[in-house]
């Protein structure tokens, strides 16, 4: 799965993945964390998610780093947002307010840039990895973030033989597996959500679970 997969997506107006609402999970998990207002957030594959802007709203630095133009450029003009753009090597920088969004591939993103990041709220990056993918973005990211780095994490897990992803199912083995090297990932919240997911009961799916975890960066 390559960078024109969720490029086409964006072109063709599939993306049935962003949410009209600020996830409630969020807003719910979100403050236990007890992150300083000013800290940095990293918000990795963010599209076009109003979560970024939830974020800000709170008093933090959001940075969102997203592949595709069009909905970087959507998420400002549907904000109301007029954004300064300039230019580096990681990709091109939109920022207006406390909100900067690099559009670009995430792998590029060094230390110089994830050190900087106190938080992180991952709903739909790491299930937009194929399995063979997880692993890398793991330690990519999250082993270059900032030292004492805390973050929430919303996963899927279902029967992935009764569906192909994106998003695929990642069971807690593989969090637990994937993260352990730099991160402490704690189950806070389970729940059925199968009857809100008509896109997964249509493909006959038996159970889907969406999981929280709280991220702290290992000591």
């Known amino acids: 799965m390559d960078a024109e997969f969720w ?43 109003l979560d970024m802007a939830w974020l800000a709203e709170q008093g933090h630095r959001v940075l969102g780093a997203e592949l595709s133009q069009l909905a970087v450029e959507q998420f400002f003009s549907d904000n109301n947002l007029q954004p300064h753009i300039r230019e580096s ?46 692993a890398h973005y793991a330690q990519h990211v999250y082993g270059q973030l900032a030292s ?17 992803g994106p998003p695929f199912s990642v069971q807690d083995s593989e969090v637990q597996a994937i993260y352990a090297p730099h991160t402490d990932a704690l189950v806070i919240d389970r729940r059925d959500i199968l009857d809100k997911e008509p896109k997964f009961l249509e493909h006959g799916v038996s159970r889907l679970d969406t999981v929280v975890y709280k991220l702290q960066r290992r000591v």
């Open 7 to 49: 490029l086409e997506r964006w072109r063709d107006g599939r993306t049935h993945f962003h949410q009209t609402r600020v996830t409630p999970l969020l807003q719910k998990y979100w403050p236990t964390l007890g992150l300083p207002q000013d800290s940095r957030v990293l918000v990795p594959l963010a599209g076009k998610s």
């Open 89 to 134: 090597a990681y990709g091109s920088h939109y920022t207006a307010g406390n909100i900067e969004i690099i559009c670009g591939d995430i792998f590029k993103l060094d230390a110089a840039i994830l050190s900087t990041c106190a938080g992180v709220y991952d709903r739909a990056a790491l299930v937009a990895l194929p399995a063979a993918m997880r």
């Open 148 to 164: 004492d780095y805390r973050g929430i994490l919303i996963t899927l897990d279902y029967p992935q033989e009764q569906m192909d």
